[in-house]
């Protein structure tokens, strides 16, 4: 009817008329689908081989187990996911984790395994999914194992294939630094005491600066996941609170350590 007309009219007017040049046509948002009907992305294939996501920016559904839960707005604000056993690709340079960006709800906890949708990005050198649209618990069970690792590294490049990854270290690690445990939890973990490359070295020497890059292949920092400063209580590494009673020293071994690769 003339409405209708009148209507059509003014929805022709508003756009504006490029003869020769292509269609943005965005593709239609991928369908969230259901727990295990195999439409999901592979989480290796978001990761990739390269130091960051190839194709930042692009929405997909990933299905993981959870393996590390930091939602909240004390803690990371997100949770890392990991390609259950049964998926995982045979390419070593590929990681099968990723952070997931979503601190609210619904809650999701260790071993769940969860259905998400979201945008791939990079996030201070770290590959997420953000922008989360769907997320689900699905009512199946699924396990991940830990994947092997040990200090120090060959390079510090050979971490990317492992980021957002559910590691375990079989050899005891030293607590070597512990400036930042009362303000961050953070504890600094080595293969063995480590000692300052001047302390053994002249400085500026070829045998100073090869030390100190094996100081760095050598280490990582130990963190409980809490983004607030001074947290209350503090957490010793075996995981109970620190007290009089449950304390460390510099020097101290810590066994069996295991975390998620940030």
Not at 17 to 28: M, Y
Not at 120 to 129: I, M, N, Y
Not at 239 to 252: E, Q, V, W
Request: proline letters at 8%; charged letters at 20%; one cysteine or more.
């Amino acid at each position: 009817d003339g409405s209708d007309t009148d209507q059509n009219a003014d929805d022709f007017a508003f756009r504006s008329i490029t003869p020769g040049a292509a269609n943005d046509c965005p593709p239609p948002p991928k369908p969230f689908g259901t727990c295990g009907d195999g439409q999901e992305t592979p989480i290796h294939a978001i990761q990739d081989a390269g130091a960051a996501t190839p194709d930042p920016g692009s929405e997909h559904v990933v299905e993981g187990v959870v393996v590390g839960d930091f939602q909240g707005s004390g803690g990371l604000n997100g949770f890392f996911v990991q390609e259950e056993n049964a998926d995982v690709d045979t390419d070593d340079q590929t990681s099968e984790g990723l952070f997931v960006a979503a601190g609210g709800t619904p809650d999701v906890a260790e071993g769940d395994l969860v259905r998400v949708q979201g945008t791939a990005s990079e996030s201070f050198g770290r590959t997420q999914l953000g922008s989360v649209t769907n997320l689900a618990v699905c009512p199946a069970e699924a396990s991940v194992t830990p994947a092997g690792a040990e200090l120090p590294v060959a390079a510090i490049s050979d971490w990317e294939p492992r980021e957002g990854m559910l590691l375990s270290f079989a050899q005891p690690l030293t607590i070597s630094e512990y400036f930042n445990f009362d303000r961050f939890n953070e504890t600094v973990l080595t293969d063995g005491r480590q000692f300052q490359p001047t302390h053994v070295h002249e400085p500026g020497s070829p045998e100073a600066a090869a030390l100190a890059d094996a100081n760095r292949r050598g280490q990582l920092t130990l963190d409980d996941g809490r983004n607030s400063q001074n947290p209350d209580p503090a957490i010793h590494p075996n995981g109970a609170t620190f007290d009089l009673t449950n304390l460390f020293r510099g020097g101290d071994t810590v066994e069996d350590v295991t975390g998620v690769l940030d």
